[in-house]
């Protein structure tokens, strides 16, 4: 049996003039979840947008809403952002110092809990909160802009992550210069969800992109069970 492959693409690198149309476009092409990149300026150096943006874009689709916050603290946030219409939302492990009560307060909310660390951050870091965790996502880029280039050494990150993970439930998320190109590299070290941005909205078909994307990684990991 293969593990199912899931494509996020991220509405970063979207058209946010016409953010609606975009997210009901990548929907209809085949977009698993819609990842969107919440940052702050104060943990990375870039700032997108808040819960009245996602509470607009909500109704343009029923597929998951995979909500990544780059925001430090995270905590007093948790609750919009649950209320505007996240399904997943996921908080660093780099943002705050209260990791594990983040998580418990998603769950709390009946929201999936996930959990996030960057390319410097080691693997072990997830270990004692896996048990509450819905979705661990490695950094394959230093968390902030859109479109910058994968980072390799990230590949060894996630199959430990994969390893710790086990039989468990829990879904292992890539987000950073995921192309067709790199798809097999983090597919092969155990992902199973795929965001991508600047592949998918580059240009070309949104179907085609995510297709593409897919059929990498499908092919690296046929034989996973
Ligand atoms: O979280 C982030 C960036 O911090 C991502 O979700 C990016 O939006 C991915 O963009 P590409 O690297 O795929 O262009
Ligand atoms: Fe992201």
């Not at 899931?6 to 977009?31: N, T």
């Not at 819905?134 to 390799?152: E, H, S």
């Not at 829990?170 to 987000?175: M, N």
Request: proline content about 8%.
């Amino acid at each position: 049996m293969t593990r199912p492959i899931l494509i996020a693409p991220s509405i970063l690198s979207a058209d946010f003039a016409r953010l609606g149309e975009e997210v009901r476009a990548v929907d209809e092409a085949g977009a698993d979840w819609i990842h969107i990149d919440v940052m702050d300026g104060h943990f990375v150096p870039n700032l997108t947008f808040g819960p009245p943006v996602i509470q607009a874009i909500r109704p343009h689709t029923g597929k998951v809403f995979d909500v990544h916050l780059m925001i430090a603290p995270a905590d007093p946030y948790l609750e919009a952002f649950a209320k505007a219409g996240a399904d997943v939302i996921t908080v660093h492990a780099e943002a705050g110092p209260h990791l594990h009560r983040s998580l418990q307060a998603i769950r709390a909310m009946g929201k999936k809990a996930g959990v996030a660390i960057n390319p410097g951050t080691p693997a072990a870091v997830v270990e004692p909160v896996l048990d509450m965790a819905d979705l661990v996502l490695c950094m394959t880029v230093n968390p902030g802009f859109g479109g910058q280039a994968f980072i390799g050494s990230a590949c060894e990150t996630i199959a430990r992550v994969r390893a710790m993970i086990g039989p468990r439930p829990i879904r292992l998320e890539v987000d950073g210069g995921v192309t067709p190109e790199t798809a097999p590299l983090v597919a092969r070290a155990g992902a199973d969800v795929l965001v991508a941005g600047s592949a998918v909205f580059k240009g070309g078909t949104y179907h085609a992109n995510m297709a593409a994307i897919r059929a990498a990684a499908e092919a690296a990991t046929g034989t996973l069970v």
